[in-house]
């Protein structure tokens, strides 16, 4: 599974990105995806996950009620709606693919990733 991660770019305090992340290659809605991110110096942290089926999604805790995820199997690609953005949301963010959702509670179980696309978040 190629995956390619887009959409990330500068914002202020309080407004809106939306990520989105490319799939090809292997069937892809066989697989949960999601997406980590990693700030400098720190480790890569969990932000969202969604089931292959779309039907469930997990968020970290600081991100619960701000971001949503989404995903399109006939497009194969998987969304992150970031909204209310803060200074600490500012990272790296890397689309990941695994075989199932509870892959993404550790970055090292994860079989496929992404780029990455970086968030800055400033006034």
């Known amino acids: 599974v190629q995956l390619q991660a887009s959409g990330g770019g500068l914002v202020q305090p309080g407004g809106s990105l939306r990520l989105a992340c490319a799939a090809s290659?292997?069937?892809?809605?066989?697989?949960?995806m999601g997406w980590f991110r990693q700030a400098p110096g720190k480790e890569r942290d969990f932000v969202a996950v969604?089931?292959?089926?779309?039907?469930?999604?997990y968020y970290a805790e600081s991100v619960n009620g701000r971001f949503t995820i989404s995903r399109d199997n006939f497009k194969n690609t998987v969304y992150l709606q970031m909204n209310n953005l803060k200074f600490e949301d500012a990272a790296v963010y890397y689309c990941?693919?695994?075989?199932?959702?509870?892959?993404?509670?550790?970055?090292?179980?994860?079989?496929?990733w992404g780029q990455g696309t970086l968030v800055t978040v400033s006034s």
């Open positions: 290659g292997r069937t892809t809605s066989d697989y949960a």
């Open positions: 990941a693919a695994a075989k199932t959702y509870t892959d993404f509670l550790r970055a090292n179980w994860i079989n496929y």
């Open positions: 969604i089931t292959s089926s779309g039907g469930n999604s």
